[in-house]
């Protein structure tokens, strides 16, 4: 932009021959050869620059000394603010006469020029505005062009809304309507109410009076029932004054003929053998009650009987009475005589002391005698008194200094078979083996333990022919050599609980081929166990006749083991077999033995005869075939000797 230096400068170099040509007039026609290059500002503001720089060239003329010729201001233009002046000869005359306010007019003329700065700021900030409202204006155009779209949405759904309210509408109509109709069925209803609820104040008060008729007839109901009762009690003490109860404490009699014996007017609960003795006195048509204290059960007959089937001198007990008429006492008591008189003699079992215990109390030794490796000699445990308080148990004597009495050995011993007429263990037998069920077979040629097991259990043979039986899952380990996998073994018949049903619990190897019925018929003829004995069976001629493969123990000698075999866990070491520890163990514990050598016949003992007829087991088999082969040998060599 041109300053009021280059005004002055521009001025005195243009002559004044050629500003007379070319200069504009100062008045208002000086518009018209006026040119403006720029526009400062806005429009409005355009028009009011052009006044100010037409006064500017009209001082401009009047100050000028020389002329300047046409032709040195067409190749020579002056600037002022942007704008360019056209020199004409009007002009000349307005600069002349303007030439003495020349100093007042480049004054207004500079502060026209500073108007100008502050107006071209002024239109640059809003053109920036304007591109901001701009900017601004294509926001809000987006945001109405969405509004618009919401608006056609929102009429959509208003229209939607009108139509659900009409709908609502109508359905409000068709409630309004049932209302009215379930209004006028519930004045029908209430009118109903109404009507019954005086008819059942009438059967109320018909109730009223029956109730107490009813009263008065249940009361005498009651009169008559307690005079009933009392008839009955009276007719039932009367006929227990004419009778005689005989009990037989420890034994429990077959029953002939049970009945119930029912009162005739309410329950009658019977708890112990004294009540169950005094029910069947008071009945005539009762002749023997016996009583299980482990059951709590009272068995009623109308026959007696002199056939026992057990005798018990420990838990759990049974008692037996005899009932009868005055007359018939002494015919019960040598009833009585009879059944005691079939009783074996069985030897308690014995409770003696480890090797280390004092033994000056149990005068004897638990510990199985010390033998060689073949068995062929074996020296005594004998318990010797050191002094008044103290004794063990020695096998070479006793200590030097002892006082050396010698106080009892190792007691057990052979339990005799039972005399005729004296009863013999029963023969429920309870029997269980141990399988390994995944293990392979040891050997190519041999069938694996589960195969064996399943085959004879699918044939219904072996252990399945006893009156009840398990098969368990085998241990880690295998149970020939590891007491620890046997322990649990017979902890887990323990705690099945079967065994206390039966008579006998047998132990059964899964490659044996074992005959439960001749294991009875071994029982009844051959070994003939004192019913009540404590005993386990040596099965074989082998160093201590005991093989694994047969394990057979009483109910009497399993509920000995089991309330103290803790004792053999804690004295007995784990070396050996498991039959050779089950021998001390039972032997320990005073359990006494029976000895068939022919219950097993087993290869390990080389003595494998699956033809003997007196045979009850056979082992081992690893082979189904082999095993099979074994079976029909043994059953027939068996029917052949015991020929029905």
């Known amino acids: 932009m041109a300053t ?44 009011v620059l052009g006044l100010m720089v037409c006064g500017v060239a009209s001082l401009i003329h009047r100050h000028s000394k020389q002329q300047v010729l046409r032709e040195d201001i067409r190749s020579r233009p002056a600037f002022l603010s942007e704008v360019a002046l056209e020199y004409t000869p009007q002009a000349e005359e307005e600069v002349s006469d303007g030439a003495s306010g020349n100093v007042d007019g480049l004054k207004h003329a500079k502060q026209l020029i500073e108007e100008a700065q502050s107006l071209k700021a002024l239109d640059d900030k809003l053109k920036a505005e304007a591109a901001k409202f701009g900017s601004q204006s294509e926001g809000l155009a987006k945001e109405a062009a969405n509004i618009k779209q919401q608006a056609i949405t929102d009429a959509k759904d208003a229209d939607a809304a009108r139509q659900r309210a009409q709908d609502l509408r109508s359905q409000a109509e068709a409630l309004k309507k049932e209302a009215t109709d379930s209004i006028g069925k519930a004045a029908d209803l209430d009118k109903e ?95 023997q009650a016996v009583f299980t204290w482990e059951t709590s059960v009272c068995e009623l007959y109308g026959e007696a009987t002199t056939q026992p089937i057990v005798f018990r001198e420990r838990w759990p007990f049974f008692n037996t009475t005899y009932c009868g008429a005055m007359g018939e006492k002494d015919n019960m008591l040598q009833m009585l005589h009879q059944v005691y008189d079939q009783k074996p003699w069985v030897p308690p079992p014995h409770n003696c002391s480890w090797g280390g215990d004092n033994c000056i109390h149990t005068k004897c030794c638990a510990d199985v005698c010390k033998a060689t490796w073949d068995f062929k000699t074996c020296e005594a445990f004998t318990c010797y008194k050191k002094d008044e308080h103290f004794a063990g148990c020695k096998i070479a004597g006793a200590d030097p200094g002892w006082d050396g009495e010698n106080l009892g050995g190792h007691p057990n011993g052979e339990i005799e078979p039972a005399p005729e007429g004296k009863l013999v263990q029963g023969v429920r037998l309870y029997c269980f083996s141990v399988v390994m069920w995944n293990d ?28 009840d039986y398990n098969i368990f899952d085998g241990i880690g380990g295998g149970s020939v050599h590891n007491i620890l996998s046997f322990v649990q073994a017979w902890k887990k018949v323990q705690d099945d609980g079967r065994w206390k049903n039966s008579d006998w619990t047998i132990k059964v190897d899964p490659d044996a081929v074992f005959f439960p019925e001749h294991f009875r018929q071994k029982i009844m003829w051959n070994l003939r166990t004192p019913q009540g004995s404590a005993v386990f069976l040596r099965n074989t001629f082998y160093k201590f006749q005991l093989l694994g493969a047969l394990e057979a123990l009483s109910r009497e000698a399993m509920e000995i083991y089991f309330e103290r075999s803790w004792e053999c866990e804690a004295h007995l070491g784990q070396q050996g077999g498991e ?66």
């Open 4 to 47: 009021t230096e280059d005004h002055e400068l521009i001025a005195s170099e243009v002559p004044s021959q050629a500003w007379e040509k070319q200069a504009a007039p100062a008045r208002g026609p000086c518009w018209k050869p006026l040119g403006v290059t720029s526009i400062l500002g806005l429009l409005t503001l355009g028009a």
């Open 193 to 287: 109410a109404s009507r019954r609820k005086v008819k059942a104040e009438q059967k109320k008060q018909e109730a009223e009076v029956l109730s107490q008729k009813a009263k008065t007839t249940s009361d005498g109901a009651e009169r008559k029932e307690k005079e009933a009762v009392n008839m009955e009690l009276k007719a039932l003490d009367e006929t227990a004054a004419q009778r005689v109860c005989i009990h037989l404490p420890g034994v429990k009699l077959q029953g002939v003929g049970p009945a119930t014996f029912d009162t005739i007017l309410g329950p009658h609960d019977i708890a112990d053998e004294w009540q169950c003795s005094d029910w069947c006195l008071r009945h005539t048509a009762c002749r």
């Open 440 to 467: 392979p077979p040891k050997q190519a040629w041999m069938s694996s333990e589960g195969e064996i097991a399943g085959h004879w259990k699918e044939q219904g043979k072996g252990i399945v022919q006893c009156d």
């Open 579 to 644: 039959d050779y520890w089950l021998l001390q163990c039972l032997e320990g514990l005073g359990i006494n033995y029976q000895t068939d050598v022919t219950l097993l016949h087993d290869k390990y003992a080389a003595d494998e005869n699956c033809k003997d007829p007196y045979g009850v087991a056979h082992h081992f088999f690893k082979k189904t075939k082999d095993w099979d082969e074994c079976w029909d040998k043994a059953e027939k060599a068996w029917n052949g000797a015991h020929a029905q």
